[in-house]
Structure formats: structure tokens, C-alpha cells
């Protein structure tokens, strides 16, 4: 037994004895906060000084980290609230809350629970906002509820250490009476609107087709017109041609006669002929007897008698 006390060294237990609290004391002292995160120490009980992201150190059994608070952006999503509106009616409204903690230490030591002082103070000032606004008015002002709820939220939560950036109203939804109405109000107006849109496309077909009726007379009646210019400048030509050849048959029959020596019932008989061939033509519409008729039609009659 004496040889075994002998044997043992209290050197060496004391060494590493001294070792594994020297180790455990090191592991105590160091503390590592993630990224977007505070740490919030506390001295003997007392607010001490809050540990930012990465490695820090703190005294082991004096020191203690009573919270780490997330400082990124939040988003909170409240239980819709029921909220009376100017003309008593009740009416549902969802709203979604987006903050950031940017004082540890004002929001460890300021508020138990900042997410439910929020939620609270966001359902105190829609019951006050919203019950001054009809129902109507509630519908269509979504961003003067949001602005004044920013507003007073902004204001509150400032000594939290807390700022609200946004506030959103995600719903609004009236009693079911209501709603019936407002859908049988928007179906009324729709079948309204489609009723004027009809007569409207109706009222542009007409028109329309008057115009592209009144653009077929139109043309219609040119082309008449033109055609009728036309045939009678055919017409006009077609007289003019027939009379020049009559003329030059006339002129040829003169120029034949003062060139030979006819006689009287020779040329009596080719007076009488020609005649024939004038009555004939299309372009004679009244005939003028010269008076030489009588003559020439006597020396024709002298002609036949002295030949019997």
C-alpha cells in the first residue's frame, strides 16, 4: 500500500487538474455571435455591453449572455382584426408588419415581448383609424390607413429600440350582407357597361355602313357620269367623222362637175342621186330642200320629154 502512495505523483494530478479549468475557463470566455446577430451581456445581473457578429470574449461565471436578438428585417403576420367602422359595420382587416431591431439593448430592456407590443399598438390604431372612415372610405384608403399606422407604430417603437419599415394591409373584408350587395352593385355595373359597349359598336356599324353606302352612290353616280361624257363625245366624234366624209363626197362631186361639161339633166339626176344618200345617213336629222329643187327637177322632166 505505502509502495503504491509512493508510486503516485500529486504533481502530476494537481497539473492536470489545473489544466482542465484552465480549458473549461477558456471555452466559458469565448463567445461566437452569427451574422445579423447582437448579444446582449450582463456583469453580476447588470446590463454590461452587448457582443457584435464573431469572436468575443467575456469573464466565464461573471459574465452571462441573457439574449441574442436577431437584427435582420422581420415580417409579422397578425390574426385579422375586427374593427367597427364610422357606420357600424364590422369589418375584417389583415394587416403584415415588417421591423428591424436597431438597439439590443433598448429592446432587451425596454418591452418584455417588442412582437407583441407591436401587434397590440397595431390593433389600437386601426380600431381608431378605421372607426373614423365609412365603409366605403375604409375600402379605398388603404394607404391613408397604412401612412397613419406607420406613423404612430414609428413614433411608439422608437424607445424599443425597434423601427417599423413598412405596414401593409393585405385585407379588407366587409360583412357578408355587404358583400352580396357590392357584387350584385358590380354585376349591375358591368352588364351596364356591356349594354353601352353593344349600343356603341351598334351605333359605329350604322354609321359605318351609311358612310360606305353614301361612298358607293357616289361613285356609282362619277361613273355614270363619266360614261355618259364619254358616249357623247363618241357620239360627237362619230357625227363629226360621217359629216366630214359627206362634205368630201359633196366637194369631190362639185370639183368632178367643174372640171367636165355636164349638162343640165345630167346634173339634175346626180343633185337628185346625191340627195338619196344624204336622206340616208345617221348624222341627218332635218333635211333642208335648197330651192334649186325645182329647177333641177324641171330640167330633169325636159330631159325625159324631149327624148320621146
Request: net charge negative; hydrophobic share 45%.
Amino acid at each position: 500500500m505505502l509502495d503504491i502512495l509512493n508510486s503516485f505523483d500529486f504533481g502530476s494530478l494537481v497539473t492536470a487538474v489545473v489544466l482542465i479549468v484552465i480549458a473549461l475557463l477558456l471555452i466559458r470566455s469565448i463567445r461566437i455571435i452569427p451574422q445579423a446577430t447582437a448579444g446582449v451581456v450582463e456583469r453580476l445581473g447588470r446590463f454590461h455591453k452587448v457582443l457584435n457578429a464573431g469572436v468575443n470574449l467575456v469573464f466565464p461565471f461573471i459574465d452571462v449572455v441573457r439574449r441574442t436578438i436577431d437584427l435582420r428585417e422581420q415580417v409579422v403576420d397578425f390574426q385579422p382584426q375586427s374593427v367597427i367602422t364610422e357606420d357600424n359595420l364590422v369589418v375584417s382587416i389583415d394587416t403584415v408588419i415588417y421591423y428591424q431591431v436597431t438597439d439590443s439593448k433598448s429592446a432587451t430592456y425596454e418591452i418584455n415581448n417588442f412582437v407583441l407590443g407591436i401587434e397590440q399598438l397595431t390593433v389600437t390604431t386601426l380600431r381608431n383609424v378605421v372607426g373614423s372612415l365609412d365603409l366605403e372610405s375604409a375600402l379605398t384608403s388603404r394607404e391613408t390607413i397604412n401612412k397613419a399606422l406607420r406613423t404612430v407604430l414609428d413614433e411608439a417603437t422608437g424607445k424599443w429600440g425597434v423601427r417599423v419599415n413598412r405596414v401593409e394591409i393585405r385585407d379588407i373584408v366587409p360583412p357578408e350582407s355587404v358583400r352580396d350587395s357590392m357584387e350584385k352593385q358590380m354585376k349591375a355595373e358591368r352588364e351596364k357597361r356591356a349594354s353601352i359597349l353593344l349600343a356603341e359598336g351598334t351605333k359605329q356599324a350604322a354609321i359605318l355602313t351609311a358612310e360606305g353606302n353614301k361612298q358607293a352612290d357616289i361613285l356609282r353616280a362619277e361613273g355614270s357620269a363619266k360614261a355618259m361624257v364619254l358616249n357623247a363625245r363618241a357620239d360627237a366624234e362619230s357625227q363629226a367623222l360621217v359629216a366630214d366624209g359627206e362634205s368630201q363626197a359633196i366637194q369631190k362631186v362639185f370639183d368632178a362637175l367643174s372640171e367636165a361639161a355636164v349638162t343640165d339633166q345630167a346634173l339634175a339626176y346626180k343633185y337628185i342621186d346625191q340627195l338619196k344618200d344624204l336622206a340616208q345617213g345617221d348624222a341627218n336629222k332635218v333635211w333642208f330642200i335648197p330651192t334649186e329643187l325645182s329647177a333641177a327637177a324641171s330640167a330633169l322632166a325636159r330631159a325625159f320629154a324631149t327624148k320621146k
